[in-house]
């Protein structure tokens, strides 16, 4: 079963740096593009940025400069690297992917369960 795992998450000092990682498990035929969202409580989740199967990359103007989006299609895992972290952005973050789970299925979008960022100013 395709299933998407974050990790890295925690608590940092406001100006430090934090790695997230996200997995995509079960062995899926494909993957494609892949995003990373995140969501303050209480608020709509938000796109931070998305990286496509070549590795191209958009980002989010609030984050634009400070995180940067890796991917390791070997591993089926892709990255966010944060630096200059802010209070601002301390979320529960989120990626998804656009996958097909064998050659007879379309593709489709999965998610996965997050993980907490918190900056402490």
């Known amino acids: 079963q395709v299933q998407l795992v974050e990790s890295g998450g925690g608590l940092v000092q406001a100006g430090g740096s934090l790695r997230l990682s996200c997995v995509v498990s079960?062995?899926?035929?494909?993957?494609?593009?892949m995003d990373w969202f995140r969501q303050i409580q209480g608020k709509e989740r938000e796109l931070v940025g998305a990286?496509?199967?070549?590795?191209?990359?958009n980002y989010a103007d609030s984050v634009k400069g400070r995180f940067t989006s890796s991917r390791d299609n070997a591993k089926n895992t892709i990255y966010l690297q944060m630096a200059s972290l802010k209070p601002e952005d301390t979320a529960a973050y989120y990626c998804?992917?656009?996958?097909?789970?064998?050659?007879?299925?379309?593709?489709?979008?999965?998610w996965g369960r997050g993980t907490q960022v918190t900056v402490n100013s």
């Open positions: 079960g062995h899926p035929f494909a993957v494609g593009a």
């Open positions: 998804n992917a656009r996958i097909k789970a064998d050659s007879n299925t379309r593709s489709s979008l999965f």
């Open positions: 990286i496509n199967e070549g590795g191209s990359t």
